[in-house]
């Protein structure tokens, strides 16, 4: 078990450049999160995954965020056209239904700088 | 919604010092209620969690109690360490299935030798 890794640990992006973060969750949890984290604040709900199906998406911030998970297993969280108010950290965590699904486990993030 | 409020930091601790982090809830059903933990240039852990009213929480010497009466769970140990600094999250987590937590703004921790 090798916990929630994130790629890239940061990013510097000038705005209206498209920037794409990767999450792989602990193997074989079923579900994946992915979260907001602006200075001085708590994380920020955004999306999730059951598997592949993307179960909750209402709360993505505009219709410049998508995410994917093709094959139930990593994950993707794009940002197009990038603007200077998405500089944030973006946090991925996991959990397992086979344990206790409200407990879950975070990635050490993606630290987005837009310039 | 359902809203999560700390109390504000930083919290500047001596070492051994008595630590009480407070945090109030508002939510529709029956959460469960979480305490996070984020040491400098790390993710966040899971320091403990109550799943319904009168649990205590403990784990690495903090505890916390579910107190449904006061919407309240605030965090408490008895000896800080310098090794304790880190900011602080409280959260809730909705039972309706989807488990997506709310989390507080964070209470940051400084404790001095």
């Known amino acids: 078990d090798t916990g929630v890794s994130q790629d890239p640990r940061h990013k510097i992006t000038k705005r209206g450049q498209n920037v794409t973060f990767r999450c792989d969750p602990i193997?074989?949890?079923?579900?994946l999160y992915w979260y907001r984290q602006t200075l001085g604040q708590g994380p920020e709900f955004l999306t999730y995954?059951?598997?592949?199906?993307?179960?909750?998406k209402s709360r993505l911030l505009s219709d410049r965020f998508s995410a994917e998970r093709p094959k139930g297993s990593f994950s993707t969280l794009e940002i197009q056209r990038t603007e200077q108010g998405d500089s944030a950290m973006y946090l991925c965590?996991?959990?397992?239904?086979?344990?206790?699904?409200?407990?879950?486990?975070f990635g050490p993030g993606t630290r987005l700088l837009v310039l | 919604g359902d809203s999560v409020t700390q109390m504000e930091g930083p919290v500047t601790l001596s070492e051994e010092a008595f630590l009480t982090i407070n945090c109030t809830y508002t939510?529709?059903?029956?959460?469960?209620l979480f305490w996070y933990v984020q040491y400098p240039g790390e993710g966040l852990q899971l320091l403990l969690k109550?799943?319904?009213?009168?649990d205590k929480g403990s784990n690495k010497g903090f505890e916390a109690t579910y107190r449904k009466e006061t919407t309240s769970f605030h965090l408490e140990k008895g000896s800080v360490q310098v090794s304790d600094s880190a900011v602080y999250f409280c959260?809730?987590?909705?039972?309706?299935?989807?488990?997506?937590?709310?989390f507080g703004r964070g209470t940051s921790l400084i404790v001095h030798p």
């Open positions: 959260a809730l987590s909705d039972s309706g299935g989807s488990y997506i937590p709310t």
């Open positions: 939510a529709t059903g029956y959460p469960s």
């Open positions: 193997s074989e949890h079923n579900r």
């Open positions: 965590a996991s959990s397992s239904s086979g344990g206790s699904l409200e407990t879950q486990y």
């Open positions: 995954f059951q598997n592949e199906a993307q179960l909750e």
């Open positions: 109550a799943t319904k009213a009168d």
